[in-house]
């Protein structure tokens, strides 16, 4: 599920609580150019079939086209771009600290450990991690590599968020997620508004037909006016495209990714400590302006 924060302090809701947390952290440090040329011809005939090359015969007309604004491959670090989450919610059992966000071999990793001590929310057993980015986006492709290490009771995200507040209310809620509830076998998509203050949600989960956690995979968000797609490895695994929630989420939203345990077994599965530490892996993220919609 997606977070929140607020300038002066974080109000983190989630579905349907809203919690206060202390300010976060940053780091600055720009990427380069090597590895994205690795990505650019391992992912060529991936970026056909999320309609990203217009001039391409097998592209249909009426589907969108896109252009590359910026790529995060992490070559030197996290880029200025984001912004590491230090707060919690409701049903999250950790606490997310920038020492549970790392790079290792030019990829972005994030951790779950036990807590020994220390923290400002002493209900919460564990760290976890969620970063960021400072800037918005109102439509586009947006794509990552990842690699989830989700057991039973860990959840590995990428997804989109942002909420709407007066005199420091929540008053409006947008939202648009990829997870992995507790499997790397299954994938959930979701999607999650407010009307007149009451949180409306819907979501699909589907079977990749592989373990995600066996090697690193594409997965992407196709968001239009019209239409919210969910695509794995370039082919569309779910769309979304009722055309009363399309107008409810229309806000510009950030880019997020973190990683946690659920309090609710119900939906992720019963978490075994005995498994920690866990870490999952981000290899990319991509942002691409659509060009014809």
């Known amino acids: 599920m997606a977070r929140l924060f607020f300038d002066k302090f974080q109000l983190h809701p989630v579905a349907p609580f809203v919690i206060l947390a202390p300010n976060f952290e940053g780091h600055n440090m720009p990427g380069t150019s090597l590895k994205q040329l690795i990505l650019c011809l391992f992912?060529?005939?991936?970026?056909?079939?999320?309609?990203?090359?217009?001039?391409?015969?097998t592209v249909p007309a009426d589907e969108p086209s896109c252009t590359l604004v910026w790529e995060e491959t992490f070559d030197e670090g996290l880029g200025g771009r984001w912004r590491i989450a230090d707060w919690t919610f409701d049903n999250n059992l950790c606490e997310f600290s920038s020492r549970m966000v790392?790079?290792?071999?030019?990829?972005?990793?994030?951790?779950i450990s036990k807590k020994e001590r220390g923290g400002s929310f002493a209900d919460k057993p564990y760290w976890g991690a969620e970063i960021y980015t400072t800037a918005k986006y109102q439509y586009g492709l947006f794509k990552t590599l990842l690699k989830p290490n989700s057991p039973p009771g860990?959840?590995?995200?990428?997804?989109?968020?942002d909420g709407v507040y007066e005199q420091d209310v929540l008053v409006d809620w947008f939202e648009i997620d990829i997870e992995f509830p507790g499997s790397t076998t299954t994938i959930?998509?979701?999607?999650?508004?407010?009307?007149?203050?009451?949180?409306?949600?819907?979501?699909?989960s589907v079977s990749l037909g592989f373990d995600a956690a066996v090697a690193l995979?594409?997965?992407?968000?196709e968001w239009t006016a019209s239409s919210i797609r969910f695509l794995v490895d370039g082919?569309?695994?779910?769309?979304?495209?009722?055309?009363?929630?399309?107008?409810?989420?229309?806000?510009?939203?950030?880019?997020?990714?973190?990683?946690?345990?659920?309090?609710?077994?119900?939906?992720?599965?019963?978490f075994d400590e005995r498994k920690l530490p866990l870490r999952t892996i981000y290899d990319s993220v991509s942002y691409y302006k659509l060009t014809n919609t």
Request: proline letters at 3%; glycine letters at 4%.
């Open 235 to 270: 082919t569309v695994s779910a769309t979304f495209n009722d055309a009363t929630i399309m107008r409810e989420l229309q806000h510009p939203m950030s880019i997020h990714m973190n990683y946690w345990v659920s309090a609710s077994p119900a939906w992720a599965g019963a």
């Open 154 to 161: 860990v959840i590995t995200s990428f997804f989109l968020m």
């Open 188 to 204: 959930s998509y979701a999607l999650h508004w407010m009307v007149n203050g009451e949180l409306k949600s819907t979501s699909t």
């Open 217 to 221: 995979h594409e997965y992407a968000i």
């Open 102 to 111: 790392n790079i290792e071999d030019d990829q972005l990793v994030l951790a």
């Open 43 to 57: 992912t060529s005939g991936l970026i056909l079939l999320s309609n990203c090359d217009s001039s391409s015969p």
